[in-house]
């Protein structure tokens, strides 16, 4: 399956596959079109108990605490990833040729600070406006990426340690939570009534940083380690 | 803001979702089938999001919204995972053909020497 | 009157995008054709009030999957040249 291989599918398997995508396509259309053209859905429910979920913006309500057990597993799942990413790569240092280009290192300067100052307000204000760790997530995950690619973030080599506790303190934290509620009221990921955004800020404040690592380490495409390890 | 109207976005979604099949199974190279994914999720996304801006009322379904935010995040740590696969796939298959080559090269250069141009 | 011509525009310009990044010659051009897709489809996203979803596509969706694709882009392009250059080493 390399860049050139197997150039040819034979001209009656592209007509195939095409007709195949139309006959999806119009199932797909007829599907969606045939249904209710209004339809209120979860809206209801998720808007009516929005006051007890400790949150105000809805997005944030469903992600983190009415199905907070599926963000739990997304976050499982980001960090499934890396670990696949990292036993099958190295990673390629350096990762990028910008080290040394004069305007690099003023762009950082104000790069970086910006890109966390604006993940931590996205992480604040996710509550009650749009936002949230995996907006605020991928703003860090952008100042990892600029990190990478400007030779600044080699120190990462060294500090695997660090940077493999960042990576999981998100699912940690968050298993962590849901078994804080479960002792505390009896079903897991059940927040103590009237302390829901307190759990929610401090989940979300873990995950944050998982986020961004994790999106970083991605980029990164494999393991950071030493030559030798 | 002038309303959207969701069957445009439907119509949009299934199309992107149609065109991203037929990419996965008709191109050969493989960061395009990454992209194929991608666009297929991309056309899921909208038909999501779509069906979420029917409510009758001001704010839309926040459900999907939600799940489409979970379906984004999960989309990049498959492409991520994808590429790293596609990456050692192709060491491979390059180690097995310098195997072959090495072992009837001597044989190839024979042959090579006499049609030498 | 407007808005549906804008939605017929914006997701015209999607497909149109989507369809030339999958089906088109150049590999590098079709990467950033993905991205500039997917920064429309974050405008999509502002249509149908998905704000959340639209910050999370336009940051992560379209960029660092772009910027993915770049990296292995690069890194095959690069290996290619390396073998090229062994090959003809080897004959030379």
């Given amino acids: 399956m390399t860049a050139r291989a197997d150039r040819g599918h034979g001209r009656a398997s592209r007509v195939a596959v095409g007709a195949l995508a139309l006959g999806l396509l119009a199932a797909l259309s007829w599907a969606v079109l045939s249904l209710p053209g209004s ?12 006051s007890e979920s400790g949150v105000t913006n809805p997005v944030t309500a469903v992600l983190l605490n009415y199905r907070a057990y599926d963000t739990l597993l997304e976050l499982a799942v980001l960090l499934l990833a890396i670990a696949g990413v990292w036993a099958l790569r190295r990673g390629d240092w350096p990762a990028g040729d910008l080290h040394g280009r004069p305007l690099v290192i ?6 970086l600070p910006l890109l966390t100052l604006t993940a931590g307000y996205l992480l604040w204000i996710g509550a009650f406006a749009p936002g ?12 990892a990426l600029l990190a990478l690619l400007s030779g600044r973030a080699v120190c990462a080599r060294r500090h695997t340690g660090a940077l493999r506790a960042g990576l999981v303190l998100g699912v940690l934290v968050f298993a962590g939570a849901a078994g804080g509620a479960a002792a505390l009221t009896g079903e897991i990921l059940r927040y103590p009534p009237g302390d829901a955004d307190v759990w929610i800020l401090g989940i979300e404040a873990a995950a944050i940083v998982s986020i961004g690592l994790t999106l970083g380490a991605l980029y990164l495409g494999g393991r950071p380690g030493d030559r030798h390890a | 803001m002038p309303e959207a109207s969701p069957t445009l976005y439907l ?4 199309l992107l979702f149609a065109i991203g099949f037929h990419s996965l199974l008709v191109q050969p190279h493989v960061l395009r089938r990454v992209m194929a994914l991608n666009v297929m999720g991309v056309g899921v996304f909208l038909l999501f999001a779509a069906l979420a801006a029917r409510t009758r009322g001001e704010t839309p379904d926040p459900v ?14 498959a492409t991520g995972l994808a590429l790293a696969l596609a990456h050692r796939l192709e060491a491979a298959e390059e180690e097995e053909r310098e195997d072959e080559s090495a072992g009837d090269g001597r044989q190839a250069r024979a042959e090579h020497e006499e049609t030498d141009r | 009157m407007i808005g549906p011509l804008v939605d017929l525009l914006l997701l015209l310009l999607i497909v149109l995008l989507a369809w030339r990044a999958l089906n088109g010659r150049d590999l590098l051009r079709g990467v950033i054709e993905f991205i500039a897709m997917g920064l429309l489809v974050a405008v999509a996203w502002v249509r149908l009030r998905a704000l ?3 910050l999370a596509e336009a940051a992560v969706g379209s960029g660092l999957t772009g910027a993915l694709l770049l990296s292995a882009l690069h890194r095959m392009r690069r290996r290619e040249v390396r073998r090229r250059d062994r090959t003809d080493g080897g004959e030379g």
Avoid: K, W, Y
């Fill in chain 2, 11 to 14: 119509l949009a979604g299934a």
């Fill in chain 3, 52 to 54: 959340d979803i639209a």
């Fill in chain 1, 132 to 143: 949230g760790a995996f907006q605020g997530g991928a703003m860090l995950g952008a100042a």
């Fill in chain 1, 106 to 111: 003023s762009l950082l300067r104000i790069a």
């Fill in chain 2, 64 to 77: 999907p919204h939600a799940m489409v935010l979970t379906g984004i995040v999960v989309s990049v740590c």
């Fill in chain 1, 39 to 50: 339809f209120d859905g979860l809206t209801g429910p998720a808007l009516g108990r929005l």
